[in-house]
């Protein structure tokens, strides 16, 4: 469990900071995708940016939490 609060706690925290930098760079109406508008309200739209953020902030941290095992770690995970 403590796992997951390291990986969710600093993407959260990250999120919330990109969120804030995203509210002040881009207006949500003047969105568009394949040529077309998109029709979500401003909080609809910082809110999947905030979701969207966070899965990628939190995939970073589960890449850290990987890539910082050592060889006993993964030995171990392998024989079971």
């Known amino acids: 469990m403590n796992t997951l609060y390291w990986i969710l706690w ?4 990250i ?3 990109a969120t804030g930098l995203l509210i002040v760079v881009i207006d949500p109406q003047e969105l ?3 040529g077309h508008s998109i029709e979500m309200t401003n909080i609809g739209a910082y809110t ?3 979701v969207v953020l966070w899965v990628l902030s939190a995939a970073s941290s589960l890449t850290t939490l990987i890539l ?11 024989t079971r």
């Open 15 to 17: 999120a919330a900071l």
């Open 10 to 13: 600093p993407a959260f925290l």
């Open 48 to 50: 999947l940016g905030f």
């Open 32 to 34: 568009q995708f394949g």
């Open 68 to 78: 910082r095992r050592d060889a006993g770690d993964i030995n171990r995970s392998l």
